[in-house]
């Protein structure tokens, strides 16, 4: 495995990728690696997403508290047999 250091990396973006990390529940470093990893893929082409990773992107930003629920209902009366 290889290793690169970034220089010169303003610090909003260091606490962006940290802040970032925190939300997936992983360290910095594997949030950097799986940036670059869709970024790039081994054969050196960008890789397209998935369906789950851009409906995950889609939502993303989604503050779910804020939806309405909807009121329960009781259930059927089963039929009679």
């Not at 220089?7 to 970032?20: A, H, P, T, Y």
């Not at 082409?45 to 889609?58: H, L």
């Not at 989604?62 to 009781?74: F, G, Q, W």
């Amino acid at each position: 495995m290889g290793s690169i250091t970034v220089r010169n990396l303003d610090e909003s973006i260091k606490e962006g990728l940290r802040l970032r990390a925190a939300r997936h529940g992983w360290s910095l470093e594997q949030e950097v690696r799986s940036i670059l990893q869709k970024a790039v893929g081994a054969d050196g082409q960008a890789q397209s997403m998935d369906f789950a990773q851009r409906i995950q992107q889609r939502f993303q930003g989604l503050d779910a508290s804020d939806l309405p629920i909807a009121a329960r209902r009781t259930g059927r009366t089963p039929p009679e047999p």
